[in-house]
């Protein structure tokens, strides 16, 4: 038994160094390291959330969800709870990783952020906010911040993402809307959910010595921030790494999202090798987090309005985009649904056809637009009533009512009728109630007719009729 354990213990040292060194190896572009500094990096292993998987619920806030520590996708790593009052230097020393998960910053005491701020200094801190925190000032953080806050909605707010691209060689290891990346987080996914985007947090534009790795906007935080963003422990040395996270974390554990964006990322992150020595490089004097370049915005517009009413088959929409050039754009249901339509643009336009029979029948869905080109993606949502079930004759009979001929139906759901054949008393459309008996004369001498039915939707049904 004691050579077996030695066994194990070995083997699973090896296998944490092989793993270090070869995402070292790996991730060149990686924060700040330059050719040859790849020795003393690591990725996290042994993990302390605090304060604990449960995270606390504020006054006039809803809480978090519990965090996902049996979550297959994360079965790589060591996950322990910490309590606040057991956050010193010696219980941190076992850890090479922490992550504050929904916590109030300022509820941690003067003594625990100095442990806090230590252990950045050559280890990992995530910070893992939500809408049950409510905005926050990190003013005593290791590297200094504040937070917006959106509060809690549940519901889409025309949110927009915006993956910032960076010259090389620089990687964004944390977020990157190129499906063949392994850093891909689902654009349609952010914004479509009722919390990530919508409820998120977010780090100030433009704050000091971080960079952001996804910018986002929603209603309640029209003019933007970061709700993801990174720096460094000591950022002279490039040593520790410090990661912020306002996704919102309520659609953690949503199981219906598969790949859940919120797993991708902290997955992302706890796999982020971190420098626990200077990079001889540039230390003392290495640089902060590199800021992207400025891209132009760009802007996508419905050129038509999106139809209110309710609508079947395919549903033309037009988007004008500024500027235009380069620019594709997909719509698709829900954070991992199909593809409803894809477009380039043309002329200034994309014309999107989008197929509403792969949407739920009789019901308001909430496709999203996702559009972007090279430099930026952006997702927004829409609404569209769907109603692909034409209506159904309950009952139908023809016959004659003295000199004049008859036909008598009911149908499933309120519709228009018209008639078609001799005479011009039903050649206009007519509405009819839902389950109703519905008799309509017509002319003796009429032989033949054709009984046609459509529903709100435009469903038509058409039925011959003689006598």
């Keep these: 038994m004691r050579t077996s354990r030695v066994h194990r213990c070995a083997s699973r040292t090896l296998v944490a160094v092989l793993a270090a060194t070869i995402l070292g190896a790996a991730f ?9 500094a790849g020795s003393g990096t690591q990725s996290s292993i042994n993990v302390a959330v605090v304060p604990g998987y449960k995270a606390p619920t504020y006054p006039g806030y809803g809480g978090v969800g ?18 606040l009052n057991n956050l010193t230097a010696g219980n941190l020393a076992s850890y090479d990783t922490v992550i504050l998960y929904g916590l109030r910053w300022s509820t941690i005491s003067a003594g625990g952020q100095a442990a806090l701020n230590a252990f950045a200094a050559t280890h990992k801190v995530l910070i893992w906010d939500s809408d049950g925190t409510g905005p926050q000032n990190y003013s005593t953080f290791v590297q200094p911040f504040s937070t917006l806050a959106s509060n809690a909605a549940g519901k889409p707010q025309n949110s927009v993402v915006t993956f910032p691209k960076f010259a090389p060689p620089f990687v964004n290891f944390l977020a990157s809307n190129d499906p063949s990346s392994p ?3 689902d654009p349609a996914q952010l914004v479509d959910d009722p919390s990530m985007i919508n409820d998120m947090n977010a780090m100030k534009n433009a704050t000091k010595n971080w960079g952001p790795m996804l910018l986002a906007q929603n209603a309640k935080i029209p003019h933007g921030g970061w709700p993801l963003a990174w720096s460094y422990g000591v950022i002279g040395k490039h040593t520790g790494m410090t990661i912020y996270s306002g996704l919102d974390a309520d659609a953690i554990n949503n199981s219906e999202l598969n790949p859940n964006d919120d797993i991708t990322e902290l997955l992302l992150q706890l796999k982020a090798p971190f420098r626990t020595t200077p990079d001889t490089s540039c230390a003392p004097t290495c640089k902060p987090p590199p800021v992207p370049p400025e891209a132009k915005p760009i802007n996508c517009t419905f050129a038509k309005h999106v139809p209110t009413h309710w609508v079947h ?8 985009c500024s500027p235009a050039q380069g620019i594709t754009a997909f719509a698709r249901m829900g954070p991992a649904g199909r593809m409803l339509a894809s477009g380039t643009e043309k002329n200034g336009l994309i014309h999107l056809r989008v197929q509403t029979r792969l949407l739920r029948t009789n019901h308001v869905s909430r496709p999203a637009v996702v559009y972007g080109n090279s430099q930026q993606t952006k997702s927004k949502f829409f609404r569209l009533k769907v109603d692909n079930t034409p209506p159904r004759l309950l009952s139908l009979r023809t016959g004659r009512s003295g000199s004049r001929n008859r036909v008598s139906f009911r149908v499933s759901e309120k519709s228009k009728m018209r008639i078609t054949g001799r005479g011009s008393r039903y050649s206009h459309w007519v509405v009819v ?3 109703k008996l519905n008799i309509v004369t017509l002319p003796g001498s009429v032989r033949h007719a054709r009984l046609i039915l459509r529903d709100r939707a435009g469903n038509t049904i058409t039925r011959r009729l003689a006598w």
């Design 183 to 185: 850093y891909y987080l």
């Design 28 to 36: 060149l572009g990686y924060p700040g390291h330059s050719q040859g």
């Design 433 to 435: 109630a839902r389950h």
């Design 66 to 83: 519990t965090f996902p520590a049996s979550n297959p996708r994360l079965s790589g790593y060591h996950f322990s709870q910490l309590a």
């Design 313 to 320: 088959g395919r549903v033309r929409l037009v988007l004008k």
